[in-house]
């Protein structure tokens, strides 16, 4: 089920200051058949109506509801609409949001996280999914149960790639380029590193920032410039291959528990089953976008990675403590 209000973030804001116990544990109602109650729970997404994400979260509360009988319900708010990405997940830790996904804001409460913003980290979506699997992924999921969020499902990232207003063919052409990157300790300085001018912002303000030339460029998936319309506003696309990740789904880690163990099991399969559509629609949808960019005549460029990649690790040893074990922990996975 999907809203698209903007005035919803209005009437949130008043519930928060008049009546936050209203959403705590998601609102309940009396059940529509057996003792269980009702649910209605509440899902953010910063990311534009047309990014696939938001198709599988949708996917996520058609779900939800299908298993449920119609007892729990899901509205997906997209676009930023009622939260951006970190104000989602202070939502899910006070109750008034229930759901969201994420990738970089996770930092703000598990550190870890920004080893995904690390350029030339991981090689491809295979080692991802590998890490994901492995014993150190498994802690590094743990440590998001453990701030109060509960991963039910990761999305595969496809690689980032660079978008930008002047041909950028070979790492020399980066230096001095204004780009936009996540707000993350690691992401900037690795971009530092090859010679670029980082600015950091939330993500629904790149789109005018760019077009304003307040920034020269910014990195995405290709899917995801094409559903943000930063090929209207950048005429260049160069395949930089930086960055492959997950982006997580996260449930409120304080409503699981409140959870009966077959209420639980309906989420988890509800989510399993958005992510199975939402790899299908990322293959799908990925190739349309490339497809489309060309037709549309963005100009593609092809520079090689292997210097930027040898660049970007020169600031691996300037990361914290911290930054730099889980990079051994990655790089360890085969």
């Known amino acids: 089920m999907k809203q698209e209000k903007k005035g919803w973030a209005l009437a949130l804001a008043m519930l928060l ?5 209203l959403f705590a544990g998601g609102s309940q109602e009396a059940a529509p058949s057996g003792d269980a109650p009702a649910k209605k729970y ?8 047309a990014h696939m994400y938001n198709k599988a979260y949708n996917k996520f509360a058609d779900e939800l509801e299908a298993l449920s009988g119609g007892r729990i319900t899901m509205e997906v708010y997209d676009s930023s609409s009622i939260a951006s990405a970190r104000e989602a997940l202070e939502g ?14 996770m930092s703000f409460y598990v550190p870890e996280m920004e080893m995904m ?77 090859m010679g670029a001018k980082t600015v950091t912002m939330p993500f629904g303000e790149v789109f005018s920032a760019l077009q304003q030339g307040v920034i020269d460029a910014q990195e995405n998936t290709i899917d995801q410039i094409v559903s943000s319309k930063f090929h209207e506003v950048q005429k260049y696309v160069s395949m930089t291959n930086h960055q492959f990740q997950a982006s997580f789904v996260v449930f409120s880690e304080k409503e699981w528990q409140s959870l009966s163990e077959a209420d639980r099991q309906i989420v988890q399969e509800a989510a399993n089953r958005a992510k199975a559509f939402e790899t299908e629609l990322r293959i799908k949808e990925t190739k349309e976008a490339e497809d489309f960019l060309k037709t549309y005549g963005t100009e593609i ?11 970007a690790s020169e600031a691996y040893k300037g990361y914290s403590p911290l930054m730099q074990e889980w990079v051994k922990k990655v790089q360890a996975v085969k």
């Open 42 to 49: 509440v899902f953010s997404s910063e990311l534009p109506t």
């Open 92 to 105: 899910i830790k006070i109750g008034t949001i229930h759901a969201t996904g994420v990738l970089e804001a």
């Open 301 to 311: 460029l092809y520079p090689d990675t292997n210097e930027f990649a040898k660049a």
């Open 117 to 193: 913003g690390i350029p030339y980290l991981f090689r491809d979506m295979d080692h991802v999914s590998n890490f994901m699997k492995s014993p150190a992924g498994l802690e590094f999921q743990q440590r998001m149960i453990d701030a109060g969020f509960r991963p039910v499902a990761y999305f595969l990232r496809t690689s980032r790639q660079m978008t930008s207003n002047k041909k950028i063919a070979s790492l020399a052409d980066l230096k001095g380029t204004k780009l936009r990157v996540p707000e993350t300790s690691t992401g900037p300085a690795a971009w530092n590193a």
């Open 17 to 21: 200051v008049f009546s936050v116990s």
